[in-house]
């Protein structure tokens, strides 16, 4: 659990600093702030935010799916050059991102596919707390993609087929005992709901 808060003219991180008093870091671009507050929990202590060719990015959770060499993060940013607006369905894991793409002048908000980290955001500002900028909660499966001019986008990461009938729970049974083994991994850090029970379920 980490927080984070970008706001233009005034952020309150009072919530939003307790989410992780592991590390703190602030920096200004072009006439944002940009706050990180980390939770240490897996690979090495990583401070945000991720900086690249005009792109700032921070986050929050965990990726299950992709190899790093520091820190899962820091697969984000490679990901969206690689992929545009749509990178969010490259990834398996319990998060919330913001990213800002200073030479194509656009935020890209996105949460996982149950919101299980919290991401709210007011215009081109956003924090892990309402109280940090006010706004509305990122919607879970959502990536939102808003224009420096004003221009907002949305786009749902996948599709769900509810369509579907089982005679048994043997499926649910595979599928949260791979949700378990792909978060409790050799030398993780085991918190009090450090997402086992929501990322399973």
């Given at each position: 659990?980490?927080?984070?808060?970008?706001?233009?003219?005034?952020?309150?991180?009072?919530?939003?600093?307790?989410?992780?008093?592991?590390a703190?870091?602030?920096?200004?671009?072009?006439?944002?702030?940009?706050?990180?507050?980390?939770?240490?929990?897996?690979?090495?202590r990583?401070?945000?935010?991720?900086?690249?060719?005009?792109?700032?990015?921070?986050?929050?959770?965990?990726i299950?799916?992709?190899?790093?060499q520091?820190?899962?993060?820091?697969?984000?940013?490679?990901?969206?050059?690689?992929?545009?607006?749509?990178?969010?369905?490259?990834?398996?894991?319990?998060?919330?991102?913001?990213?800002?793409?200073?030479?194509?002048k656009?935020?890209?908000f996105?949460?996982?596919?149950?919101?299980?980290?919290?991401?709210?955001?007011?215009?081109?500002?956003?924090?892990?707390?309402?109280?940090?900028?006010?706004?509305?909660?990122?919607?879970?499966?959502?990536v939102?993609?808003?224009?420096?001019?004003?221009?907002?986008?949305?786009?749902?990461?996948?599709?769900?087929?509810?369509?579907?009938?089982?005679?048994?729970?043997?499926?649910w049974?595979?599928?949260?005992?791979?949700a378990?083994?792909?978060?409790?991994?050799?030398?993780?850090?085991?918190g009090?709901?450090?997402?086992?029970?929501?990322?399973?379920?």
């Amino acid at each position: 659990m980490c927080g984070f808060l970008v706001y233009k003219k005034q952020g309150n991180p009072f919530f939003v600093q307790k989410r992780g008093q592991d590390a703190a870091n602030t920096i200004q671009r072009e006439g944002f702030t940009f706050n990180h507050y980390l939770l240490h929990v897996t690979g090495q202590r990583t401070i945000q935010p991720y900086e690249d060719d005009g792109i700032v990015c921070l986050y929050n959770g965990e990726i299950y799916n992709l190899p790093f060499q520091k820190s899962d993060g820091e697969n984000l940013i490679p990901l969206y050059k690689k992929y545009g607006t749509d990178f969010p369905k490259y990834l398996d894991g319990e998060w919330a991102i913001a990213l800002y793409d200073f030479n194509k002048k656009i935020a890209v908000f996105a949460t996982d596919l149950f919101a299980t980290k919290p991401l709210w955001r007011n215009g081109l500002e956003c924090a892990s707390y309402q109280s940090g900028v006010g706004g509305h909660k990122i919607s879970a499966n959502t990536v939102e993609i808003i224009h420096f001019n004003g221009r907002e986008e949305k786009k749902i990461i996948y599709d769900w087929d509810f369509h579907q009938y089982k005679d048994s729970y043997d499926d649910w049974i595979v599928a949260f005992e791979k949700a378990v083994k792909k978060r409790a991994v050799d030398g993780c850090f085991l918190g009090v709901s450090s997402g086992y029970d929501s990322g399973a379920i």
